[in-house]
Structure formats: structure tokens, C-alpha cells
């Protein structure tokens, strides 16, 4: 099996989507109350990833996996600047992974994270950071095989 | 021990200013690669704080707890717009919680705490959030207490 990573082409715009809808799915399924589904923010997200190609996208990075021609993951990161408590400026952050079902155990995921860790090193970006349900135990154990460890928590009251 | 809750005013800046400094030395304490000192903050501050009088600050609110005139503590709240991914569009956010160590356990955040509650609640919002780093075990502790739930984790990965 062929993998190539590459960044994402306008042409890529449908499977992103589709992509991101099954991921907006399978958060829902895990807090039904927090996140909707994917077909709620269907077209914001074409929106979104229109607006990807328009503009000068010096800190988004969206990187995709093709098997065969196929896309079967992508990987959305960006550089953020950091709160005023920070020691550093800056960070890059992993906002999007999402690796078709099909496809998975297959080191997909890795290669993509690998690329991406190029283009943050490139920025000269000091660490990475990632936000994951508490809930979603697949990305929680995927992280920490590349090496993330929790450091903050967010806590939610519901009124 | 008479407890007055208000809205910061101009003349509190330099107080707050103060122990935002300390929130910020505390957190160095708990992470010294990732937190700065609040001495290296303290400019930029105080210039924060000055812009929160000169806007129209209609997402944000400081609260300040007076204990004979004096501030004992303060709490920072923001109403911010919530990610593509979520059913609402809005949710309250707690930013800067710190009440003065002589002046702990005399329930100073929980009045601060429910006076902002009933600002959220006249904005309609529909849940709080708070980020903590998962060795603070103070505001983790706090935050408990007031009925906030882990549900989302921050991890990290040092390049």
C-alpha cells in the first residue's frame, strides 16, 4: 500500500468535508449535548475550506493521506499565538485528525503528524498542543504514542 | 468580615494588576517552561487593563472582592463564540480566578463566582468554561466545588 502525504488541493475539498463530517459525527455520539452533527456544520465547513485557498494561509497547514489516489485521512494545524502567561510566543496546535475507518492501524496518522512536524519545526515552533474530549479515548491514546502528555484540563458547568 | 462584591473600577487597576502577577508567578511555580513570571508580563498587564475601560466591554467582566476597602481577590469573565463543532454558539468562559492567600477559604471566589453567574445567565448563556493545568490542584479543587467537570483535555508535545 502507497501512502503519499500531501497539502490539500481545492479539488480535495469534498472529502475533506465529508472527513470532517464523521468527525463532527463521532464527537456527537460521544457528548450529544456539546458538539452536532456533521450535516449541522456541512456548509460552514466548505465555507471554511474555500476560504483556505483564498486567503494567504501562512498559519494553517492542512495536509492529506492518499491511498491510490483516494484520500483516506487528513490533518489540519495551525500556529497560534500564546496567552500572555506563556514563556513562549507562539505554538502550533493539531486542530483536525481524522484518519477514514478503513484505513486506520495502517501508520496513516503518523506519517501525516510526521509532515506536519516538519512544517512546525521549519516555524521554529517550540511545542504542540492538541484539545481532545475527555471521552474520545482514540485520539487520547494516538497522542500519546507521539509522544503528547496532558498538561491542562478544561472544566465545563452546565447551567 | 463584611465581603463587598463589584465591577473593578479605574482606581483598582494597580491592585489587579498585583495579583494577576502573583496567579502568574504561582503558575510558574507549577510549570517553569511553560508559564512566565508575572514580573514579565506586568507591562503589557496593565496596558490589558486600561483597554478594558476605554471599550465598550460588552463580553467581558471583571469582578473584584473588597474586604474594607482593600481587594482580596478578582475574577475575569468572557462570553466567547464557540467552534464550528458545537450545538451552541456561545458559551461563558472564566479567565482569571485569584483571591489573596490571607484572605482563602472564606468563600471570596464563590461570591465572585455566583455574582458572574448571573451576568452569564442574563446573556443567556448555557455553560462555563474554565481551563486549569492538571497540576493545579487548588483550582481544580475550587472549580469541583462549584460543579465544573473535566471534559476536554489539553495535551502537549515539547519539540
Request: with cysteine.
Amino acid at each position: 500500500m502507497k501512502i503519499k502525504i500531501e497539502e490539500v488541493k481545492k479539488g480535495d475539498i469534498n472529502s475533506i468535508v465529508k472527513l470532517q463530517m464523521r468527525l463532527a459525527d463521532y464527537h456527537k455520539e460521544i457528548d450529544p449535548r456539546y458538539y452536532r452533527s456533521g450535516k449541522e456544520s456541512e456548509k460552514q465547513r466548505r465555507e471554511r475550506l474555500k476560504g483556505y485557498f483564498s486567503k494567504k494561509r501562512k498559519n494553517t497547514k492542512i495536509l492529506v493521506a492518499k491511498v491510490n489516489g483516494k484520500i483516506t485521512g487528513f490533518l489540519k494545524g495551525a500556529i497560534h499565538k500564546l496567552h500572555l502567561y506563556c514563556r513562549e510566543e507562539r505554538m502550533g496546535e493539531i486542530s483536525q485528525l481524522y484518519i477514514d475507518e478503513k484505513f486506520r492501524r495502517k501508520r496513516i496518522g503518523k506519517l501525516l503528524f510526521e509532515e506536519l512536524l516538519k512544517w512546525f519545526k521549519k516555524r521554529k515552533i517550540k511545542f504542540i498542543e492538541v484539545q481532545v474530549d475527555s471521552k474520545n479515548k482514540i485520539a487520547i491514546v494516538a497522542y500519546k504514542k507521539y509522544g503528547f502528555f496532558e498538561f491542562q484540563k478544561r472544566m465545563k458547568l452546565d447551567l
